[in-house]
């Protein structure tokens, strides 16, 4: 069975830092792009990140380009996301999610986790 | 940047025919995907590749996509279909979602 589990959300105060981890089970880890899709309270869906099987290529929402940092261990089947200099407008539940590929849909997704920032 | 623009909400009445629509500069020339969110769940891929479903999903949901508009209709709408719908299509290799829909059934 497919599980993406996230961990690592929390409360964080405004320029702060946090750092998201995607735990990958069930599948080759190493065969899958992995995303990083964020849903601020209320709001909907919005991609924050992904990166090819080998780590060569990452792509980020404007938003967070400078500021975020996606990164995979292959080796230990997890993802991860560095959040650096948050905002109160990056408070949101922050899903991982799986595509076999760039233009392949996100065939599953982790349950989420909720990061905070607030003063 | 590209975007996508999604009804904020749609009503359908238990047996009735839902249709959602998605827009967006020659979205017919991509694939659209299509998400359905129940409250405090993670999403779930309903349609793939415009009109494709992932095994378990049921045959009520389809897809089509053509010109500027993908279209998700739920045919013969059940109670249990009430959700957000979120479509999304890939840029290159970054990736947009539509705002979202809320779909009432009643």
């Known amino acids: 069975e497919v599980q993406l589990v996230e961990s690592g959300g929390g409360l964080v105060q405004p320029g702060g830092s946090l750092r998201l981890s995607c735990a990958a089970s069930g599948f080759t880890f190493r065969t899958y792009w992995m995303n990083w899709v964020r849903q601020a309270p209320g709001k909907g869906l919005e991609w924050v990140a992904n990166i090819k099987q080998d780590g060569s290529e990452k792509y980020y929402v404007d938003s967070v380009k400078g500021r975020f940092t996606i990164s995979r261990d292959n080796a230990k089947n997890s993802l991860y996301l560095q959040m650096t200099s948050l905002r109160v407008e990056d408070t949101a539940v922050y899903y991982c999610?799986?595509?076999?590929?760039?233009?392949?849909?996100?065939?599953?997704w982790g349950q989420g986790t909720l990061a905070t920032v607030s003063s | 940047s590209y975007e996508l623009t999604q009804p904020p909400s749609v009503s359908v009445s238990p047996g009735q025919t839902a249709s959602i629509t998605c827009s967006g500069g020659?979205?017919?020339?991509?694939?659209a995907y299509w998400y359905q969110q129940k409250p405090g769940q993670s999403p779930v891929l309903v349609i793939y590749q415009n009109n494709r479903r992932p095994s378990g999903i049921p045959e009520r949901f389809s897809g089509s996509n053509s010109g500027n508009t993908a279209t998700l209709t739920i045919s013969g709408t059940q109670t249990t279909d009430e959700a957000d719908y979120y479509c999304q299509a890939w840029d290159s290799d970054t990736v947009v979602f539509g705002g979202g829909t809320k779909l009432t059934v009643l």
């Open positions: 020659k979205l017919g020339a991509k694939y």
């Open positions: 999610a799986r595509s076999f590929s760039s233009g392949w849909p996100f065939d599953h």
